[in-house]
C-alpha cells in the first residue's frame, strides 16, 4: 500500500485514534491527556501539509474500501477537500489548547476530549469525502459525536439545548439520507466529480433532479443554519465556548455549508443546477437568512446568542457565492469558509475569556471591560470589525469578491444584501465596542477571578490572538501565494473551470 493510497485515512485516524484513547483515561491523568490531544494535533497538521503540497502538485491521494459490492467508503483529496481539512486541522490546534485552559478544573475532561476528538475526526472526513455516501457516513458521525459536546455540563438548559440541537439534525439527516438514496436509485453510487455527475441523467430526469436538489440543500441547510432550520443555533450556545467555538467556525455550519459546496459543483454541476433553476431559489434563501440572521442578533443581550445569530448570518455568504452563477462570486464564497472561520473562532474565545475571567455572559455587562482585558477585548475589534467588512481585516476580502462578483453575474440585487448585512452588523457590534472601550463600568464584575500576571491564562490568551491575528493576516496578505484567497482561485479553477 503506497502514501498515495493511506494518506487519507491517516489523516482521520491522526485524531480518532488519540481520542478513543482517551475516553479510557482517568480524570487524574491531565498530563497523559494532554500529550494525546496535543500530539494528534501536530501529527495531523504534518500530514496536511504534505497533503497539501502534493495536491498543489497535482497529485492523487485516495484511500477506498468496499462496504458493499458497488458501494464504496472514498477519502479523498482534491483543492477544495484540502482547503476545508487545512481549516479544520489548524483551528483543532488552537482550539485544543484553548479548551485544556478551559476546562483546567472541570469535571468529566476525558469524556470532554474524546468527543471532542471525534468530532473533528468527521468533520476531515466529511472534507475528505470522495462520495455521497461516505460524505453521509461523516456527516451523522458529527452529529453523534457533537450532541454530547453540546451537552457536556448536564445541567438542564445544557440538556434541553442537547435536545433541541439533536432533534434538528437527525431530522436534516433523515432528509439526506432519503434524498442521497433516491439519487443513488437514479444515477448509482455518486462520486464527486469535477463539472458535476449527472449530467447523462438532465434530459430524462429533470423533475426529478430539482425535487432531490431541493431536499439535498434543505438536510445540509440545518447544520448550515439556513433559514428557517436554524433554531437549534442559539439554543446549543448553552454548550462550553471551546464547544460553541468548535460549532461555529470548524465544525457543524462548516459542514453544512461545505455540503452545499459540494452539491453545487461536484454533483450536479453549476451548469445543470443553473439549467434547473435551482441557483436562483438558493440564492435568495440565503440573502434572506443573511438579513434576518443580523435583524435577530441586535435583539439579543446574551453575548454568545448575539454571536450565535452573527453566525446565522455570516455562514450564507458560502452559500450566497456558490449560488451567483460567476467564478468572482465563487471565490468569495469558497474563501468565506476559512475567513469566517478564523474570524468567528476568534469572537468565541474572547467570550469564553470574558466569561471566564470576569464572569461576563451578556453584552449589557461588557462596559468598561477593555481597560480589564486589552488584548481580549483587542481581538474582539478585530473579530468583529471584520465580520462588519472592514478593511484589511479578512471580512472585507470576502464582501469585495462577492460584490465584484455579482455585478459580474448581473445579480446587482446582491449589492444590497451586502450593504444591508454591513449595517446590520456594525448595528451590533459597535455599540459592544464603544461601550468596552469608552464608557465606565458600572459596578463589580458580576465574578472576577484572579488573573495573575496576565489578564486571563496564557491557555485561553494565546489562542485569541493567534487566531485575531490570523484573521487581520488573511486580508492583508490576501494576494500573497498559498493564501486563503490563493487557494480558492486554485479551486475555481482547477476543480471547476470557472
Not at 440541537?165 to 439519487?183: C, E, I, P, Q
Not at 454548550?239 to 461536484?266: E, M, N, Q, T
Not at 454568545?304 to 448570518?313: D, H, P, Q
Request: hydrophobic fraction near 55%.
Amino acid at each position: 500500500m503506497s502514501v498515495d493510497t493511506w494518506l487519507p485515512a491517516l489523516i482521520v485516524l491522526s485524531s480518532l485514534l488519540p481520542g478513543l484513547l482517551i475516553f479510557f483515561l482517568d480524570e487524574e491523568r491531565h498530563a497523559l491527556r494532554t500529550a494525546l490531544n496535543m500530539a494528534g494535533a501536530v501529527l495531523k497538521i504534518g500530514l496536511v501539509g504534505w497533503m497539501i503540497w502534493g495536491v498543489f502538485h497535482d497529485h492523487a491521494y485516495e484511500s477506498r474500501m468496499s462496504l458493499v459490492p458497488g458501494l464504496d467508503l472514498v477519502l479523498e483529496a482534491d483543492a477544495l477537500s484540502v482547503f476545508f481539512v487545512a481549516l479544520s486541522t489548524l483551528l483543532w490546534l488552537v482550539t485544543t489548547i484553548y479548551a485544556i485552559g478551559y476546562l483546567e478544573d472541570s469535571p468529566h475532561r476525558s469524556r470532554f476530549f474524546g468527543f471532542f476528538s471525534l468530532c473533528v475526526s468527521a468533520t476531515v472526513g466529511i472534507a475528505l469525502a470522495g462520495n455521497l455516501v461516505t460524505f453521509l457516513i461523516f456527516y451523522e458521525l458529527l452529529t453523534l459525536a457533537t450532541f454530547p459536546l453540546v451537552a457536556h455540563r448536564g445541567t438542564p438548559d445544557a440538556m434541553r439545548g442537547a435536545r433541541v440541537y439533536l432533534a434538528y439534525t437527525v431530522t436534516g439527516g433523515a432528509v439526506l439520507l432519503f434524498a442521497v438514496a433516491w439519487l443513488s436509485a437514479l444515477a448509482g453510487p455518486v462520486e464527486f466529480t469535477t463539472g458535476g455527475a449527472l449530467g447523462g441523467l438532465a434530459q430524462t430526469h429533470r423533475a426529478e433532479l430539482t425535487v432531490i436538489f431541493a431536499l439535498l440543500i434543505a438536510g445540509l441547510g440545518v447544520k448550515a443554519a439556513l433559514v428557517p432550520l436554524h433554531g437549534w443555533l442559539p439554543q446549543a450556545m448553552v454548550a462550553p465556548a471551546p464547544v460553541s467555538a468548535l460549532l461555529h467556525a470548524v465544525a457543524v455550519v462548516k459542514a453544512g455549508a461545505f455540503g452545499i459546496v459540494r452539491v453545487v459543483y461536484d454533483v450536479y454541476g453549476v451548469t445543470l443546477a443553473a439549467d434547473l433553476g435551482v441557483l436562483q431559489p438558493l440564492a435568495l434563501l440565503a440573502a434572506l437568512t443573511i438579513v434576518y440572521g443580523s435583524v435577530r442578533a441586535i435583539a439579543q443581550d446574551g453575548l454568545k446568542k448575539r454571536l450565535a445569530y452573527s453566525t446565522v448570518s455570516q455562514v450564507s455568504y458560502i452559500a450566497l457565492g456558490t449560488a451567483i452563477f460567476g467564478p468572482v462570486a465563487s471565490i468569495g464564497g469558497i474563501v468565506h469558509l476559512v475567513h469566517q472561520g478564523v474570524m468567528k473562532i476568534t469572537l468565541f474565545f474572547c467570550a469564553g475569556n470574558l466569561a471566564e475571567t470576569l464572569g461576563i455572559h451578556n453584552v449589557s455587562e461588557m462596559r468598561g471591560c477593555a481597560r480589564r482585558m486589552p488584548l481580549t477585548m483587542a481581538a474582539f475589534t478585530v473579530g468583529a470589525l471584520g465580520m462588519i467588512g472592514v478593511p484589511p481585516v479578512a471580512g472585507f476580502v470576502t464582501k469585495w469578491y462577492l460584490g465584484a462578483g455579482a455585478v459580474a453575474a448581473g445579480a446587482e440585487w446582491v449589492l444590497v444584501v451586502l450593504a444591508a448585512s454591513s449595517l446590520l452588523n456594525a448595528a451590533y457590534f459597535l455599540p459592544i465596542l464603544y461601550a468596552a472601550w469608552f464608557r465606565e463600568p458600572v459596578g463589580p464584575w458580576p465574578e472576577e477571578h484572579p488573573r495573575g500576571r496576565f489578564e486571563a491564562p496564557l491557555m485561553l490568551l494565546v489562542p485569541v490572538l493567534v487566531t485575531a491575528a490570523l484573521s487581520v493576516a488573511a486580508g492583508l496578505l490576501a494576494a500573497a501565494p498559498f493564501s486563503p484567497l490563493d487557494w480558492a482561485k486554485l479551486i475555481a479553477e482547477r476543480e471547476y473551470g470557472l
